[in-house]
């Protein structure tokens, strides 16, 4: 949508200040007009006194050195934002995202024109593998806050684990973000109790004219007082993160390890165990696997472990998901166009070991067994894991990592 004439101008203003070069194009698409209006826009600030550097052919400048903030960074301060940058456009929560963006084309307006090249080169040299794909599940984290800070009342329209739908009015507490989610501690009026939702299952939010009293408690103080008489809830989120508060809920029969982030690239199905659906998918996904030599066909593999990813759950164990068979690799050139790429990003697990025939029920075995614990699971990815205990598969042994949530 355009905006209003002076924003724009402001905006235009701004990006010329943080920006080498900007071109009409560029700046008609960002504000949503015509190149034309821009080129109106450009002679308006030229004709207030902004000296604007036309170049024909290649775009729009500031000449060095003129600032209107009064405010200037250091190289490291600089190099930090930018790091951060990178790191909080895998956010996702698009609010918090675009908020950031448009602040920190604010800041790059009053660096100088060196400053501005080596942060550009920087920017381009920075990676963060959190959020791979890029998803966008929330848009409120903004609004949240200001509530937070406001003591404001919200209505929320919310979708539970359960696919249960209601509507709350919620006093927002506090936010933490665990497994690349954000999470909301509030209390609700409706169940009279603190809850903890996930923000990405909030289907519509809505400010009230109400204000509440402080809760008058610190975060940390908040965990003391109610990890254990919260520590489930009917509410907890499809991450079931933690509402641990604080407290891992370790199940006695296995051990807890962390594992590095890596990377695989194999096969994918999407399936469900509902009505014994994955009963047929996921065989059917091995026997591709095997009968394809995928293994062998894998570029850049680091060894010959076979893994076993679920990922991208929509709930819980009984709610869909996706299944990659393949192989831990080393970098992501020459992947070829039938495979996948998946990211496993650092996180703690729950080791189960599954001794058998690993081709008939020693695995589906495990799997029951953890699904019968109360163990707090992520529901991020768990990962089976088949090496060189697992070359005779009708008498073998893998490994089954599930990701556990933690605070």
Not at 3 to 16: A, C, D, F, N, V
Not at 215 to 239: A, C, G, N, W
Not at 285 to 310: C, D, H, Q
């Amino acid at each position: 949508m355009e905006k209003p004439r002076l924003s724009r101008l402001t905006s235009i203003l701004t990006q010329l200040q943080s920006s080498k070069i900007v071109t009409a194009q560029m700046l008609a698409r960002k504000h949503g007009v015509s190149v034309r209006t821009i080129y109106r826009d450009i002679r308006t600030l030229e004709k207030s006194g902004i000296p604007v550097i036309t170049e024909v052919g290649i775009g729009y400048s500031m000449i060095d050195g003129y600032k209107l903030p009064p405010v200037m960074f250091t190289e490291d301060e600089a190099n930090a934002l930018i790091t951060a940058e990178q790191l909080i456009l895998k956010n996702k929560d698009a609010s918090f995202v675009e908020h950031y963006k448009e602040a920190i084309l604010k800041i790059k307006a009053i660096l100088k024109g060196p400053q501005k090249e080596k942060i550009d080169l920087l920017k381009n040299r920075i990676y963060f593998t959190a959020n791979y794909t890029n998803q966008t599940t929330s848009n409120y984290l903004m609004r949240i806050q200001t509530a937070i800070t406001d003591f404001r009342v919200l209505k929320i329209e919310y979708l539970s684990l359960n696919q249960i739908h209601t509507k709350r009015a919620i006093e927002p507490f506090a936010l933490y973000s665990t497994q690349e989610n954000w999470i909301l501690i509030a209390y609700c009026r409706l169940r009279e109790e603190f809850r903890a939702f996930r923000i990405d299952h909030i289907q519509n939010i809505t400010f009230t004219a109400e204000h509440f009293e402080s809760h008058d408690m610190t975060l940390e103080e908040y965990y003391k007082k109610y990890s254990e008489k919260y520590r489930t809830t009917p509410d907890i989120p499809l991450s079931q993160s933690a509402i641990t508060f604080g407290h891992n809920v370790k199940p006695k029969t296995m051990e807890h390890t962390k594992k590095n982030e890596f990377m695989v690239v194999g096969i994918t199905t999407r399936t469900s165990n509902e009505n014994d659906r994955a009963a047929t998918d996921i065989p059917t996904l091995w026997n591709r696997f095997m009968s394809e030599n995928i293994a062998n066909r894998v570029p850049n593999k680091v060894n010959g472990t076979v893994y076993a990813l679920y990922t991208d759950y929509e709930g819980d164990h009984t709610q869909p998901y996706s299944l990659t068979i393949g192989c831990e690799v080393s970098s992501l050139n020459n992947i070829p166009e039938d495979m996948t790429v998946k990211m496993v990003p650092t996180a703690t697990y729950a080791k189960f070991i599954s001794k058998g025939n690993l081709t008939k029920d020693a695995v589906i075995d495990t799997w029951r067994e953890i699904w019968s614990t109360d163990l707090q699971r992520a529901y991020t990815t768990d990962i089976e894991i088949y090496g060189e205990k697992a070359i005779d598969p009708t008498n073998g042994e893998a490994e089954i990592l599930v990701a556990i949530a933690s605070f």
